[in-house]
């Protein structure tokens, strides 16, 4: 009977690991939104004395925004898939941007 050869292999996962059920490192933007929202929420309604009610809406359009971009253009989504969907709204799904002297050709 032969003898099994034996060969050195990385098994390892390439994943980047997760963090509160976000992936990678994208549990950091969440965390530095949830502080800025605090800060602001502090500076509002503590400091300038705005009523509680409308200091924490507004503290909390950032963490809205930062979760919003987090759990809808990257969790399990490609690596630049943001980027991509974004210049795709920006450009209408155009390839390329029209030029107004293009635009005036065209018309």
Not at 42 to 67: E, R
Request: hydrophobic share 45%.
């Amino acid at each position: 009977m032969t003898e099994l050869r034996h060969t050195e292999t990385n098994a390892g996962d390439d994943s980047t690991g997760r963090a509160f059920g976000l992936d990678g490192n994208l549990y950091l933007p969440v965390l530095l939104a949830v502080m800025g929202s605090l800060v602001i929420f502090v500076i509002l309604g503590l400091l300038l004395h705005l009523n509680y009610p409308l200091a924490s809406l507004i503290a909390s359009l950032p963490l809205i925004g930062v979760l919003g971009w987090a759990l809808c253009l990257k969790k399990g989504k490609p690596a630049g898939y943001d980027r991509d969907i974004l210049d795709h709204w920006r450009s209408r799904g155009h390839f390329t941007k029209k030029t107004s002297e293009q635009e005036r050709i065209l018309r």
